[in-house]
């Protein structure tokens, strides 16, 4: 879905990342295929944003703020705004953040937060597809030789910065909290898959919010199916 309010962001963010650049036209919303060609303008613009946040990690940190801001307004969550951010900052602060736009506010930012979340997981340093490809090269061929040699020629990052281990189940206590209070089937669709449907994960104090969690599940089994698998859980399972 098109949305006004994040090309503005993303126009901005590429007046400071990449002043030269030429700006694609804005469309009208008169225009034939408008919603397909302005969807297709954000593509485009988030794209070249995406590449030179990553060339300045010291002004993406900088912009830190109106980025997470982009990030909290799209819908179709890709890495290419939180990648370099996470490269810039660290994926410690970032899902602090996230926790926090988890925790309150409308239920479709809660929504966009906790996806988020899948690339802090996820997130690999910027040099590493480099280094595997010389690993590779240099002869390693064993998932440990090729961990061994990236770790070994990986420039060093600031002691804590990308710890996250210690976040995730305070993570899991508000994307469940988000599940049932977002009544909206869609977006709890989308929530599902962040947080664990195991008791073992929770204080005895959100025993209650589960049992609620897994009673909403069990009404529509065909869409939430991932949490009747069990197979659902940032940080956890995925």
């Keep these: 879905m098109f949305s006004e309010e994040l090309q503005d962001v993303i126009d901005a963010l590429l ?11 804005r469309v009208a919303t008169a225009e034939d295929d408008a919603d397909q060609r302005r969807y297709e303008r954000i593509e485009v613009t988030r ?22 801001e982009a990030i909290l307004l799209e819908d179709s969550v890709t890495d290419q705004l939180i990648a370099p951010l ?7 602060v970032v899902l602090e953040q996230l926790i926090d736009a988890v925790s309150e506010g409308p239920c479709e930012r809660r929504v966009r937060a906790a996806q988020a ?13 480099v280094l595997f490809r010389s690993a590779y090269a240099e002869g390693a061929r064993s998932s440990a030789e090729l961990q061994s040699y990236v770790a070994r020629h990986l420039p ?3 002691g804590g910065i990308d710890a996250v281990g ?30 664990p449907n195991e ?13 609620q969690a897994r009673r909403i599940a069990a009404a529509d089994p065909e ?16």
């Design 166 to 195: 210690d976040l995730w189940p305070r993570f899991w206590q508000v994307c469940l909290t988000a599940f049932v209070e977002c009544d909206d089937a869609e977006g709890r669709r989308l929530l599902q898959t962040a947080f």
């Design 223 to 238: 869409r939430f199916q991932r949490m009747h698998d069990q197979s659902v859980g940032y940080g956890y399972r995925i």
């Design 199 to 211: 008791l073992e994960c929770y204080p005895a104090e959100f025993t209650g919010l589960l049992e």
């Design 15 to 25: 007046g400071h990342a990449c002043p030269d650049w030429p700006l694609p036209p």
């Design 156 to 158: 060093p990052r600031a």
């Design 117 to 129: 979340a899948y690339f802090v997981q996820h997130w690999r340093h910027p040099q590493e597809s």
């Design 86 to 92: 996470i490269a810039a900052i660290g994926r410690r």
């Design 47 to 68: 794209l070249r944003l995406g590449r030179a946040l990553a060339e300045q990690p010291e002004l993406t940190a900088r912009l830190s703020a109106t980025i997470f």
